[in-house]
Every structure is written in C-alpha cells, then in structure tokens.
C-alpha cells in the first residue's frame, strides 16, 4: 500500500513583482520553473494578482487500520475487534507490537503467538488495512472480562492522539516500569543537531508531502571524556514515518522491540535514545518510559504534563531543535 497518494489540487499564488505591495508568497518563479506550468490568465489579474496553477500533489496517506485479537482456546478461536486506528500505510506489523506494549496491554510479549495481515473485505477490500494478533494457547489474557488489560477507554483510536480520558492516563502511568539504575548517557549539542538533520535526511515521505512525522532511533553511550564526542553518535539505527506522531513511534519501538527490552544484558542494558519531527506530548514520553528510552530529541515545542513526565521517569527532554537553538527541559547536565 502506498504511503503517498497524488491528487490534482488547484494553487494559488503571488503573481506581483518582488518588493511590490501583496506580494506575500514570492513562490511564482520557483513554481514555473519546477512545474514548468503557465499561468491561467483572469479578467481581474491585474487587480487580484494572483495566479492559479492547476497541478498534481503528492500527500500523505491515512487509512483505517483494524486490529483484531484472537486466543484459540477463547470465544471458539474467533476474533474480536480491538480498535480502529487510522494510520499512514507501511510497517503495520510493527506498530500493533510497539502499541501493544507501550499501551501496556500485552506487555509480556510471550503472550503473542503471532502478528499477521489478514481481512475479509471489511475495509475497502483490502487485507492489508486489518492486522491479526494471535494470542498463545497458554496466555490468560481475557479480552472480554472487565478486568482485561484492554481497558474500557480503549475504543477508537486516531492518527492526532494517541491517549484521551483521564483513565487512560491513570492506567498508562502505573505501567511505566522502573528503572534499576538511572540515565547517565550525555551528547554534546553538535551530536544533537546532527541527529536532528540525520532524522530531516531520511524522512522521505515528508520530503514528498510535507505531511509526515518521523521518528528515529539511536544508542547512547557514557562519555569517557567530555571532550571527546561519542563515536558514531550522529548515527540513526532506524527510521519510521506516519502521518501521527505518536504511530511513527510506535512503528519504531514495535520493530527494535527485542533490541530496547533486552539491551546487552547481563552487562549494564544499553541506554537509547530518539529524535522526533513533532511536538513532545505526554504519550510520546510514556511511550519513550515504557521501551527503556532515556532521552528524547525533538523540533517542536513539550507540552506541560511531558516535561513533568519525563522529570519523574528520568528522561532527557529537548526540544525546539534548530541551529541557532537548544532548549534542554530536563536533565540538562546529560546536554554538554
């Protein structure tokens, strides 16, 4: 399925000459020139100065996404519809696992048995919108019981917020697990921006549509020296985009869960860290606490309850990345 779909879109734009009064797009030249187009000319062109291009855009997918869970000694091994989510296209496998253990409803991933496509035609007749989470014989989770993990919030599920209702909250933080030993890995500000214009490079659907939010993962290591960087910091060990932020995430998380959870035990666990092309909000952090990640990077601006979020659960928050900027929201000694 595609993760850009292209619709023919009429454009208008600044037709003044540079410096004149109302000139407040100045984008004429650039578009005759990428689109090779002319203008359609108007009787009152010369009094609106305004130019119309009819051309073709490329945007941002978002389709409907049915996750369904299934235990084959339960209900007679049919299926039931978790939730409906609306998500760009791609890497739907992984974003079920990573929303499955960073909503805390599967955190025990021996519970699943398998993560599959599948579908009967209930959505556009196209298999690849509905997901299967096969549970194991010996898993005793009950989605049907009042008690499941599930949880009553849990109904419908969309691309702009990944948590609602002040239950959900609730049930979220209690989950977060606890750290045995603190977060001690620090970057230096140039590593920052590095994995701020690391994450920009490889955010290809946003390059297409300008529509997408990426997120990228990358692994921190104490530094020795402070004067020395870290080798290969500025390095990102992988890269999702979705139309939600929070779906970006989670599609990293689902796909190097084995690599978050487990680390390098028994030696000391690896600390990780991510960069994201979005505002931080309170689920982007809980999702970070809930997959052993110590620091988050970002472009835009934390809300409130995100920086308390991250000052009780030890993480690194920074945001307004730019190359004239830093702002370090919590732990700012981990920022030298």
């Avoid at 809980?286 to 309850?305: E, F, H, V």
Wanted: aromatic fraction near 4%; hydrophobic fraction near 40%.
């Amino acid at each position: 399925m595609s993760r850009v779909k292209t619709f023919p879109i009429t454009r208008l734009v600044s037709t003044n000459p540079a410096g004149e009064q109302g000139n407040s797009l100045g984008l004429k030249d650039s578009l005759e020139r990428a689109n090779s187009l002319e203008l359609t000319e108007s009787p009152e062109r010369e009094q609106s100065s305004v130019g119309r291009f009819v051309i073709d855009d490329t945007i941002a997918s978002e389709e409907p996404l049915e996750i369904w869970l299934k235990h084959p000694l339960k209900q007679r091994g049919n299926a039931s519809l978790l939730l409906t989510t609306m998500r760009s296209p791609g890497d739907d496998i992984a974003l079920v696992i990573g929303w499955l253990h960073t909503s805390g409803l599967l955190a025990n991933s021996a519970d699943i048995q398998s993560v599959t496509h599948t579908g009967s035609e209930r959505i556009k007749g196209n298999e690849a919108n509905q997901i299967l989470v096969t549970l194991h014989p010996q898993s005793d989770f009950d989605i049907t019981s009042a008690q499941s993990q599930s949880g009553r919030h849990i109904e419908y599920v969309n691309s702009g917020c990944g948590v609602c209702g002040q239950r959900s909250i609730d049930v979220l933080l209690d989950k977060i697990p606890q750290r045995d030993t603190p977060n001690n890995a620090s970057l230096f500000s140039n590593e920052v921006l590095s994995l701020a214009d690391a994450l920009r490079q490889q955010q290809t659907a946003f390059a297409a549509t300008g529509g997408s939010h990426g997120a990228g993962l990358f692994v921190l290591t104490e530094h020795a020296n402070l004067n020395a960087p870290q080798t290969g910091a500025n390095k990102l060990i992988d890269v999702h985009e979705d139309i939600g932020r929070h779906n970006a995430l989670d599609k990293l998380i689902g796909a190097n869960l084995p690599m978050l959870l487990v680390g390098n035990a028994p030696k000391k666990p690896k600390e990780y860290g991510v960069v994201i092309s979005s505002r931080i909000s309170f689920d982007l952090v809980q999702k970070a606490a809930m997959a052993n990640i110590g620091m988050i990077l970002a472009m835009g601006a934390p809300s409130s309850l995100a920086i308390e979020l991250a000052k009780e659960c030890d993480i690194c928050l920074v945001g307004f990345i730019s190359q004239k900027r830093i702002n370090v929201y919590t732990c700012d000694h981990r920022i030298v």
